[in-house]
């Protein structure tokens, strides 16, 4: 055993090397964003659910756990240590599905795109796999879109039966894709999941999630048209094409726009402030307005990436019903939460703001109604709210379209999250996996750049 | 007693001198409580450097909520079940393995009492989430409040817990008594 003395210079050594690889992985980083002039990082938000473990091959492991009477976690558990790596493909409504209803918290996001952009899929997800380890077993989970059902066979053709097909879509989709598997593998994902982590909780989860997400899609329907209004208007008059408004049957396929998409988050007035070129070579915007936090935000058309994750109770059902089963997941939040993923806790800003107006919960909020906020406590209210809240500094966001900054935001911030999701992939995958963090130029549509993290 | 006014020294100024007095004055309670969880010194010594390596690299914002201690034991306590989870190992029910020199040392050290390390001892036959509430609640002095915290249960639970592990414990003295 070390002395105390030992400890602390050892403690220290070790910190200073880490450092150092921070500040190397730091500086490829912004070359790398330098290079790529305006961009908006990350594609790949990379996380990897837990160690399981399956024999060496890794076909026969997945295979193995999706079979056989005595399939699931007992398969999984008994043979040698394998990382699973479990890919969320990422885009447009199935990615904001995810993030927002958390069907699939823990994953490997990317930007993946429909039909034209298979190859980009096909190749980043070969990258994954080459740069896993040996016995890495990766599972995709994918939206059904048609582009996607194409994009599974040229997966599965090109890569084999190394990658499978996991899911936990709300809508058709789900059962599109649960079709596929039922046809291809005689089985469905939902069991799949369930098998693969042992738990038959998750097919509950899975139905109530279901429930939960027609449930959001009906009250953002309701509400958010009314909501953003004068946004929207705005924007019209700036002569944005404004795809979703949230009043035709169009916002439920556009709802979930962003396959990435710079999510911008601001007060009105930030709003109205922004002119065109702040938005040069924007072709889409997608405008609606936050659940909670009554943001506006604006996706912009592909290319330009962001993973967002809003947390949910399910979110944190399904992640510990999966951390139960072995998986080990990373929650990506907002401020507060992201940096008290140590702590283990997570307060969803409107706590702090409810509290500076003397109330305990939104539920006291709610039946106090909008009265409550006079106006003292309106500017308090949101004061705090904004404190704790994504808001894109209005200062640096020319820059962070014309420059390629990164943005300084609390949040759903690039660097942050390639901070978190990197280091915690690497962490979790013994630095064999690698995180790749994509730099698409704003100037051209078909480009993508990946770095490797490595070591 | 150092704590969150060290750590805010070392994140703010970079003060290793801060961390130092951090590791000292926690190194040898923490890997005794990280004990609980692996049963051997050895590993618990390797969970408690790797735990402030993360706090001196990564700095982690500490909230003041719960004390500084109580934060870093949780943090630490995470850790460990990572690190079991990952090497697919739990610690014997009712055996928390042999004692080593390194752990009668710092046993001597950390507890000093005779009679406080018998019961330290018999805490090894007990289950993993008993050794450890009963090592935060005796052994550390905390509230069950703070201990609840650290183990990431309700202060009904954890209050659940003692009372559980406390018959238990009974039983087990009972036995070498």
Redesign the interface.
């Given at each position: 055993m070390k002395s105390i003395e030992e400890t602390a210079r050892s403690v220290i050594s070790r910190r200073d090397e880490e450092l150092r690889r921070i500040r190397k992985r730091n500086r490829r980083l912004a070359a790398a964003l330098s290079a790529g002039a305006a961009v908006f990082a990350i594609a790949a938000a990379m996380i990897v659910t837990g160690r399981v473990s399956g024999n060496k091959d890794t076909a026969s492991a997945v295979n193995s756990s999706l079979s056989g009477e005595n399939a699931g976690t007992e398969t999984v558990v008994n043979a040698t240590e394998t990382d699973i790596i479990w890919m969320n493909e990422g885009y447009g409504d199935e990615f904001q599905r995810h993030s927002t209803l958390g069907a699939s918290a823990d994953a490997v996001s990317y930007n993946g795109g429909r039909d034209g952009s298979i190859g980009i899929q096909a190749d980043f997800c070969e990258k994954v796999l080459s740069a896993a380890s040996d016995d890495s077993l990766i599972a995709f989970s994918f939206n059904a879109s048609k582009g996607t059902a194409a994009g599974i066979d040229k997966m599965q053709e090109e890569l084999s039966n190394e990658c499978y097909l996991l899911s936990g879509r709300a809508d058709e989709a789900l059962f599109t894709a649960a079709e596929r598997l039922e046809k291809d593998k005689n089985i469905t994902n939902a069991e799949a999941m369930a098998r693969a982590t042992g738990d038959s909780e998750y097919l509950r989860l899975v139905g109530e999630y279901r429930e939960k997400a027609e449930e959001y899609e009906r009250y953002l329907r309701s509400v958010h048209y009314e909501r953003n209004k004068d946004t929207i208007e705005t924007f019209e008059k700036l002569g944005f094409t404004v795809i979703s408004k949230g009043t035709d049957d169009d916002f439920d396929r556009y709802l979930c726009f962003g396959s990435g998409g710079a999510v911008i988050a601001g007060t009105k007035e930030q709003i109205d402030a922004l002119s065109l070129e702040d938005f040069e070579g924007v072709e889409h915007i997608t405008l609606y307005g936050s659940s909670k936090a009554d943001l506006p935000r604006i996706y912009g058309e592909p290319k330009r990436i962001v993973h967002l994750r809003e947390d949910s109770k399910l979110t944190d059902e399904l992640l510990a019903a999966y951390e139960e089963n072995g998986g080990a997941a990373l929650k990506v939040r907002i401020k507060p939460g992201w940096d008290d993923d140590l702590w283990g806790e997570w307060v969803d800003p409107h706590v702090y703001a409810y509290e500076a107006i003397g109330l305990h919960s939104e539920e006291e909020f709610n039946e106090a109604g909008p009265d409550i906020l006079t106006s003292e406590k309106v500017d308090l209210f949101y004061e705090v709210l904004n404190k704790y809240t994504y808001w894109v500094n209005e200062e640096r966001f020319g820059s962070f379209f014309k420059e390629g900054e990164l943005i300084e935001a609390r949040g759903y911030a690039w660097d942050l999250i390639a901070e978190l999701t990197c280091e915690r992939a690497l962490e979790l995958c013994e630095n064999k996996c690698i995180a790749y963090i994509t730099l698409p130029d704003l100037n051209e549509s078909e480009g993508i750049e990946s770095i490797a993290l490595d070591e | 007693m150092a704590g969150s006014c060290d750590y805010d020294k070392y994140c703010r100024e970079g003060d290793?001198e801060a961390?130092?007095r951090i590791?000292?004055e926690y190194?040898?309670g923490l890997m005794l409580y990280l004990r609980t969880f692996t049963g051997d010194?050895?590993t618990a010594?390797d969970i408690?450097?790797d735990a402030?390596?993360?706090i001196?690299?990564k700095k982690?914002?500490y909230?003041g909520k719960a004390s500084f201690k109580t934060?870093l034991y949780?943090?630490a306590g995470?850790m460990a079940i990572?690190h079991l989870?990952?090497r697919?190992e739990s610690v014997p029910i009712d055996d928390c393995g042999e004692l080593t020199l390194?752990d009668i040392?710092?046993e001597e050290s950390y507890i000093r009492d005779e009679e406080r390390i018998a019961v330290h001892r018999a805490l090894g036959k007990l289950p993993g989430d008993y050794r450890q509430i009963l090592w935060l609640v005796y052994f550390e002095d905390m509230q069950v409040r703070d201990a609840a915290a650290v183990m990431?249960r309700s202060v009904h639970a954890a209050e659940t817990l003692i009372y559980r592990a406390r018959r238990r414990m009974k039983e087990e003295l009972e036995k070498v008594l």
């Open positions: - | 290793d961390l130092e590791i000292r190194r040898d010194i050895h010594e408690a450097e402030f390596v993360k001196a690299v982690p914002r909230n934060w949780r943090i995470n990572d989870r990952k697919r390194d040392s710092l990431g």
